[in-house]
């Protein structure tokens, strides 16, 4: 089942460390997409698509390999829904 994992990351400050959070969440076993919303002065929003649902170690991993700091987790399967 499709799972949606929304993250909030500090020290993310421009581009570069988006291509560097997105590099590492990508490389998660699972992971089909990553979009990242960037709040230089504060928490970054970042969601993550993937095909099973995720361990919060092996994210929490990825966001320290790339330099920053997760903030927090909220984690929700997606239901099949035709209308969208
Ligand atoms: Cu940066």
Same mark, same amino acid.
């Given at each position: 089942m499709? $799972?949606? $994992?929304t993250l @909030? #990351?500090? @020290?993310?400050t421009c581009q570069h460390? +988006?291509?560097a959070v997105t590099s590492e969440l990508s490389a998660i076993? @699972? &992971?089909?997409r #990553?979009?990242?919303e960037l709040q230089a002065d504060g &928490?970054?929003? &970042?969601? +993550? !698509? %993937?095909g099973h649902a995720l361990a919060r %170690?092996?994210?929490e !991993?990825?966001? /320290? /390999? !790339? @330099?920053?700091v997760l903030t927090s987790w909220e984690q929700a399967p997606v239901a099949a829904h035709p209308a969208n």
């Open positions: 499709t $799972t949606t $994992t @909030g #990351v500090t @020290g993310m460390c +988006v291509k076993d @699972g &992971v089909t #990553v979009d990242v &928490v970054s929003r &970042v969601t +993550v !698509a %993937s %170690s092996d994210v !991993a990825a966001i /320290e /390999e !790339a @330099g920053y």
